[in-house]
């Protein structure tokens, strides 16, 4: 497996250029946080994972919501093509390989013992987002089973255009999930799992079809659309 190899320095960086980035390429980014985070503790961070985006919207949450040293589960293959990531605390999985999941899993829990951040996407790979059900992999439940001081913080995220030129992002970020001694099955748990995250997205989901985005605030604004400045213009009665 290729592990992380963080740089303070070049992180710092990417966090501005990503941060230019994200802000170019949404209308708008819009957070609800339901977490009591703890930062002492040992944290796995589940997603869903529906775009290209989301490793980049993950890194801008750990820089900017979450203060703790985080890294990131990624797949082998991406973390060969840009092998940068590994600066930023990404580390491979490569899930066509028994031994090298493994190898993989017992790093994110060396890693957790740390009392570090680990992210993580358990479907293993980019799925459309209407999809159901979310299918996890079991690693998440291996994780919880070998830390038993672990917190995890699900987040959801979802993507619509709302009637702009530029996407808008939703962000749930859900409250802290703590096991304490003996789980159910592993199998059981990563059912659980699945189960309290398509909730999450599907309740998320609900709330913006619907227009109940109160508990939502801004996160990041992007630059003015075409479509912005044309409404603009006509209020103008141009």
Excluded: C
Aim: charged residues 20%.
């Amino acid at each position: 497996m290729i592990k992380a190899k963080k740089s303070p320095v070049f992180e710092t960086l990417f966090h501005q250029y990503n941060k230019n980035l994200l802000s170019k390429s949404f209308s708008q980014i819009k957070l609800r946080n339901d977490s009591i985070f703890n930062s002492t503790k040992p944290t796995l961070f589940l997603l869903n994972h529906s775009s290209w985006w989301d490793g980049l919207i993950s890194f801008h949450l750990a820089k900017t919501l979450f203060s703790i040293d985080s890294y990131a589960m990624m797949e082998d293959k991406g973390l060969v093509a840009y092998p940068f990531f590994k600066r930023l605390g990404a580390f491979s999985i490569q899930l066509q390989s028994v031994k090298e999941i493994v190898a993989s899993l017992r790093y994110a829990e060396q890693l957790l013992s740390q009392n570090k951040g680990v992210w993580m996407f358990p479907q293993g790979q980019e799925e459309h987002l209407e999809k159901r059900p979310l299918s996890f992999k079991n690693g998440a439940a291996y994780l919880i089973e070998k830390v038993p001081t672990i917190q995890v913080v699900p987040i959801t995220y979802y993507y619509t255009f709302s009637g702009q030129q530029l996407p808008y992002l939703y962000i749930h970020v859900g409250r802290n999930l703590v096991f304490s001694g003996k789980t159910s099955s592993r199998k059981q748990l990563t059912t659980m799992l699945e189960a309290i995250v398509t909730k999450q997205l599907d309740q998320q989901r609900h709330d913006v079809i619907h227009h109940l985005t109160d508990q939502y605030n801004v996160l990041l604004t992007g630059k003015r659309t075409v479509n912005e400045l044309f409404q603009a213009l006509k209020k103008r009665k141009w």
